[in-house]
Nanobody
Framework: QVQLVESGGGSVQSGGSLRLSCANSGYTYSMYYMAWFRQTPGKEREGVAAIDSVGSTSYADSVKGRFTISKDNAKNTLTLQMDSLKPEDTAMYYC???????????????????WGQGTQVTVSS
């Protein structure tokens, strides 16, 4: 059974940084596609960043150059480093895992089978 647990959310001022982590139990990260999504009330959950089994990454245009996704297969940990944060980055952030995700569509939530409970990120202006 795959279980994902996020940590590292919090409140920060605009321009600041936060580092999110996702720990798992039940499988090894090297076998799955991993991603971060975010959601605000009343809006669809949107893909932020994704990483495949060999470390190839994808980013939403809104976070390119500011966010970095990485994973440590030995520690079974997924990380999202968020720099130059903006108020519009405020959202609940979710870690997700999927077994089969097409290269051209890594940020679509439909391909991800397992989800964490989320961690809140709040950026004030």
């Amino acid at each position: 059974q795959v279980q994902l647990v996020e940590s590292g959310g919090g409140s920060v001022q605009s321009g600041g940084s936060l580092r999110l982590s996702c720990a798992n139990s039940g499988y090894t990260y090297s076998m799955y596609y991993m991603a971060w999504f975010r959601q605000t009330p009343g809006k669809e959950r949107e893909g932020v960043a994704a990483i495949d089994s060999v470390g190839s990454t994808s980013y939403a245009d809104s976070v390119k150059g500011r966010f970095t996704i990485s994973k440590d297969n030995a520690k079974n940990t997924l990380t999202l480093q968020m720099d130059s944060l903006k108020p519009e980055d405020t959202a609940m952030y979710y870690c997700a895992a999927g077994a089969t995700v097409p290269t051209w569509d890594r940020l679509r939530k439909n391909y991800y089978n397992y989800w964490g409970q989320g961690t809140q990120v709040t950026v004030s202006s």
